[in-house]
């Protein structure tokens, strides 16, 4: 029967990701939400008639960009090591 050694130390507790990570995780959620939000719309109440602003340059070209780039911020912001020192 063996006692625990007291001066062996604890292993320390610490989050993964830091105050730079999540700032970069918030910034890439809000992008994303953002491209949902300008995506929505554009509907016709009607299904009989046509709306052709379901094609603008907004639900095409912008939010669709705006998720992929807030996308991409979120795999920085998971990859970044903030420890990290600059030589």
Same mark, same amino acid.
């Given at each position: 029967?063996? *006692? *625990? ?9 610490? #989050? ?9 995780? #918030? ?22 008639? #046509? ?8 639900? %095409? ?7 992929? %780039? ?18």
């Amino acid at each position: 029967m063996s *006692k *625990k050694n007291k001066t062996e130390q604890k292993p320390k507790m610490e #989050f993964i990701f830091q105050k730079k990570n999540y700032t970069f995780l #918030f910034i890439g959620l809000a992008l994303i939400a953002l491209g949902f939000i300008l995506m929505a719309g554009g509907g016709s109440d009607d299904p009989n008639v #046509f709306n052709p602003e379901i094609y603008s340059f907004r639900r %095409i070209r912008l939010a669709p960009t705006l998720i992929l %780039i807030g996308l991409g911020i979120q795999i920085y912001a998971i990859l970044l090591n903030p420890n990290q020192k600059k030589n």
